[in-house]
């Protein structure tokens, strides 16, 4: 069959699990049981039903919120805490839904940073943009990101004015945020575009601004350059009629119509997605029965997402066996992911705003210490797992990441402190006891450490790695049948603390030591 033919088969707990290992950050046993047995069709229809928009993030000390409240200095970091809190929030909390991994995708695609932008109101705003955006019209994001405030700040198009063209937008419209760069023909002349087509397209923008007080973009005509703008032979010598007043804006819808009339530019954007939800590998028979394909169906329903993805997520090439485990998971998957499949209630939103926000502010700071620092990328070009060849996911693995990554099973296990007006709290507490009475038989430990297994791995453990964790983690020296005793005695007298506690431990060292192997690594 071919890659892009509809995987028919019934998705079994495997399949499941794998559609949402890719398309969220973890899953529970819920999550998992509720897609088992639906078709892919079926689920990714699930996966990309519209989700009401969350309410706005508040300041964590006062119970406020800030996102249209004037500029304010002394308490900018504090904002800032709060927004990337409210953020993991979204991911730790989120539904059977793709839209957080997309909102992650586009954030990551039309790159902006705080720390350039210098305002977290502009950094909410664009995320509202981005979240509006996650399942819509690419090509109508585009044009609304452009004059986006924060995005006008990051990339200085805000000083783009006529006589002074400001060439950053410009480019990296062109060679990250759309059409991409083909073959080199010449020193920075591409098959796609040219030097000359960035400082034609910088032209073209001129004339945008941001006002700070409220937020927002406007177009300032006597800024603009109403010249003619002619493209080069990549865009078949198209002309752009200068404009004058405020029909300059127009300006940028003939841009883009230019833009995205090219197929390469569809093909750019089915890369990228090829390489966020499948693979990094892009064999020249991906490129030609998978990426040409989808850039077709993106093309045909004239860059609307939903019909590009439901293709993608249902195909055969999705489902191969041969793909399970071939990425490594980002920081954010390993820290929110793993909080999701061991299904560790953070605090409560409404009765512990503060706990719950400093907690999810932990997460992200575990997270950015992996090398994954939501809205701080490290270039206009993203985290560099996406294009930098020929390592890409090998990237987040590297001597100072790893320690951490494996000691991050301490803290799930250990739960996360968190320090709210000189109070000490523990957050994300994990009960493994009450956790493994989610699988079948847990009496069993052979059983048990198979349900484990399938849940947290997306490759299989061979059978000695199995024996291993029954005879030398969960029951060192001792027989299997002292487990089954174990657990019988404790479940028939439940509220006995050492009873609990004596099984507790041996799962607690059962799930540290798996969530430390490096198959829990990749997904």
């Known amino acids: 069959m071919a890659l892009i033919d509809t995987y028919s088969t019934p998705l079994d707990a495997k399949a499941a699990e794998h559609l949402l290992r890719r398309t969220m950050f973890g899953a529970t046993r819920k999550d998992i049981a509720q897609l088992t047995g639906q078709t892919a069709v079926a689920a990714v229809q699930t996966l990309l039903a519209d989700q009401p928009e969350p309410d706005a993030p508040i300041d964590p000390l006062t119970g406020q919120q800030w996102v249209t409240a004037a500029y304010d200095g002394t308490v900018e970091g504090q904002r800032y805490q709060s927004l990337r809190g409210w953020w993991v929030g979204q991911m730790v909390t989120q539904p059977i839904s793709i ?20 305002d977290t109101r502009y950094m909410y705003k664009q995320n509202v943009l981005l979240r509006q955006y996650a399942l819509g019209n690419v090509k109508a994001f585009t044009k609304d990101i452009t004059t986006d405030p ?32 083909g073959a080199e023909i010449a020193p920075g002349n591409y098959t796609t575009y040219t030097e000359d087509d960035v400082r034609t397209a910088a032209r073209v923008l001129t004339g945008w601004t941001d006002t ?23 865009y078949s010598g198209t ?48 490129e030609q029965n998978f990426i040409v394909p989808l850039a077709d169906v993106l093309r045909s329903n004239n860059y609307e997402m939903k019909p590009v993805l439901t293709k993608m997520l249902t195909s055969q090439h999705f489902f191969d066996q041969n793909l399970r485990g071939c990425i490594i998971k980002t920081p954010l998957d390993l820290v929110v992911g793993t ?25 992200r700071n575990t997270a950015g210490q992996l090398q994954q620092d939501i809205m701080e990328q490290p270039n206009v070009a993203g985290w ?44 994300f507490v994990f009960d493994s006891v009450e956790y493994a009475k989610l699988f079948t038989n847990p009496e069993d430990p052979v059983k048990l450490i ?4 399938e849940h947290f791995f997306a490759v299989d453990l061979i059978q000695a790695q199995k024996d291993r964790l029954l005879t030398d983690v969960l029951l060192p020296g ?13 479940i028939k007298n439940s509220t006995n603390a050492n009873k609990k506690s004596l099984i507790k431990i041996k799962l607690d060292n059962l799930i540290r030591y798996m969530i430390g192997l490096a198959e829990f690594q990749v997904y």
């Not at 839209?99 to 210098?118: A, I």
């Open 339 to 363: 909080m999701r499949q061991l299904q560790v209630a953070p605090p409560d939103y409404k009765t512990q705003p503060s706990q719950y926000l400093y907690a999810m502010e932990s997460l």
């Open 239 to 286: 002309v752009i009629k200068g404009r004058t007043g405020a029909d300059g804006v127009k300006e940028l819808d003939d841009l883009l119509d230019m833009i995205f009339k090219q197929p390469d530019t569809a093909k750019n954007l089915c890369r990228e997605f090829y390489r966020w939800f499948i693979n990094y590998d892009i064999t020249p028979d991906i």
């Open 450 to 453: 198979e349900n484990f297994c």
């Open 150 to 181: 924060a995005m006008l700040r990051y990339l200085n198009g805000n000083s783009n004015r006529v006589g002074a063209a400001q060439e950053n937008y410009g480019r990296e419209l062109q060679e990250l945020f759309t059409i991409g760069k």
């Open 212 to 234: 700070a007080a409220t937020i927002t973009s406007t177009f300032t005509p006597n800024r603009h350059d109403t010249t003619d703008k002619i493209f080069s032979a990549a």
């Open 99 to 118: 839209r957080e991994k997309m909102v992650l995708f586009w954030q990551n695609h039309f790159v902006s940073t705080r720390s350039t932008v210098g």
């Open 384 to 427: 560099a797992a996406y294009y930098q060849e020929p390592s890409y996911y090998q990237m987040w693995i590297n001597t100072a990441t790893l320690p951490n990554r494996v000691s991050f099973a301490n803290t799930v296990l250990n739960g996360i402190n968190v320090n709210v007006g000189g109070m000490n709290y523990k957050t």
């Open 478 to 490: 001792l027989p299997s049948f002292e487990w089954t005793v174990e657990w019988n005695d404790y």
